[in-house]
């Protein structure tokens, strides 16, 4: 069981816990302004390229080999 949790952990996170926890964010923003009643279906296409961008700046910042 630990490692099944394990693995599904590693394939949600992958290398990156950052954007993980930033489209988790997003999706939890879009939840809300949805309850509030307004539109909320722009809010993961935006937020979604802007935590991958992050990501992929902070790679090449510090250098990262892939």
């Known amino acids: 069981m630990r490692r099944a949790l394990a693995g599904v952990?590693?394939?949600v996170v992958g290398d990156d816990v950052w954007t993980a926890l930033a489209v988790v964010l997003a999706v939890a923003?879009?939840?809300?302004?949805?309850?509030?009643?307004l539109d909320a279906w722009w809010l993961l296409p935006v937020a979604?390229?802007?935590a991958v961008l992050s990501?992929?700046?902070r790679a090449?910042?510090?250098g990262a080999s892939w």
């Open 60 to 62: 090449s910042a510090s």
């Open 48 to 50: 979604v390229p802007l």
């Open 55 to 57: 990501s992929v700046r």
């Open 29 to 37: 923003a879009t939840v809300v302004v949805a309850r509030a009643g």
């Open 9 to 11: 952990l590693d394939f």
